[in-house]
């Protein structure tokens, strides 16, 4: 797997790529990607750590699998590729902004704004075989990601966790939050989003925390 990321992650993360588990990952992904339909594209499946560099991360946002559809998943969790119609949770991440900050609805599901403010957008397993959703899962990819979560806990302060649903809950339950904030709500699907989702406040909770800290703000 030619892993493209920021230098700033690839320093720390070099010991984890040359572990066993993580060329086990390795065989299985490449293997994927030379007989079957996979998303991300190869060279997106690192996104979210190409775009956010490790010393510019204030946000984190855990979602599970990349989406399965064609021409959605570009590495980036919740986010679509341009011209791409935002599916039912990302319209609901979008309704959420405006009715607790104001933020007009955009017409880009693409989040790769976010990304380059420094909120990591991501997932636990981070590819997926097309139209099969959770086909990658338990191969390595939550090993990485779960250590990925830690380092950001152990190296770094004042980060804020966004947790939506019980999935991404579970997994943020390394996170210190002697030293980060970590909001949980339900996840924005529409199978759940109201049961919490909605009116969870989490955009504007996010800005006023940076905010105490000196840290800039999102730009939702």
Same mark, same amino acid.
């Given at each position: 797997?030619?892993? /493209?990321?920021?230098?700033?992650?690839?320093?720390?993360?070099?010991?984890?790529?040359?572990?066993?588990?993580?060329?086990?990952?390795?065989?299985?992904?490449?293997?994927?990607? #030379?007989?079957?339909?996979?998303?991300?594209?190869?060279?997106? +499946?690192?996104?979210?750590?190409?775009?956010?560099?490790?010393?510019?991360?204030?946000?984190?946002?855990?979602?599970?699998?990349?989406?399965?559809?064609?021409?959605?998943?570009?590495?980036?969790?919740?986010?679509?590729?341009?011209?791409?119609?935002?599916?039912?949770?990302? =319209?609901? +991440?979008?309704?959420?902004?405006? #009715?607790?900050? *104001?933020?007009?609805?955009?017409?880009?599901?693409?989040?790769?704004?976010?990304?380059?403010?420094?909120? @990591?957008?991501?997932?636990?397993? @981070?590819?997926?075989?097309?139209?099969?959703?959770?086909?990658?899962?338990?191969?390595?990819?939550?090993?990485?990601?779960?250590?990925?979560?830690?380092?950001?806990s152990d190296e770094? #302060?004042?980060?804020?966790? @966004?947790?939506? *649903?019980?999935?991404?809950?579970?997994?943020?339950? +390394?996170?210190? =939050?002697?030293?980060?904030?970590?909001?949980?709500?339900?996840?924005?699907?529409?199978?759940?989003?109201?049961?919490?989702?909605?009116?969870?406040?989490?955009?504007?909770?996010?800005?006023?925390? @940076?905010?105490? /800290?000196?840290?800039?703000?999102i730009n939702w």
């Amino acid at each position: 797997m030619n892993v /493209k990321i920021h230098e700033s992650w690839k320093n720390r993360l070099n010991n984890e790529f040359q572990r066993p588990y993580f060329q086990s990952l390795t065989s299985f992904v490449r293997s994927e990607y #030379e007989t079957k339909k996979v998303y991300p594209k190869a060279k997106d +499946i690192f996104n979210a750590f190409k775009y956010s560099p490790f010393d510019q991360t204030r946000v984190v946002i855990i979602g599970q699998d990349p989406y399965h559809g064609d021409g959605q998943a570009h590495g980036l969790c919740f986010s679509v590729n341009e011209g791409i119609k935002p599916p039912p949770s990302l =319209q609901n +991440i979008f309704k959420e902004i405006q #009715e607790d900050i *104001g933020t007009p609805i955009p017409t880009s599901g693409n989040l790769e704004r976010w990304a380059h403010q420094g909120v @990591l957008l991501l997932n636990a397993t @981070l590819t997926v075989q097309a139209q099969q959703p959770g086909s990658h899962q338990k191969k390595g990819w939550e090993e990485f990601t779960d250590a990925v979560i830690q380092l950001l806990s152990d190296e770094k #302060e004042n980060l804020v966790f @966004l947790l939506w *649903g019980a999935y991404a809950q579970k997994k943020g339950a +390394i996170i210190d =939050q002697t030293k980060h904030l970590v909001l949980e709500s339900a996840h924005p699907s529409p199978f759940a989003v109201h049961r919490g989702f909605f009116g969870n406040k989490h955009f504007s909770k996010t800005n006023t925390y @940076l905010k105490e /800290k000196g840290l800039p703000i999102i730009n939702w």
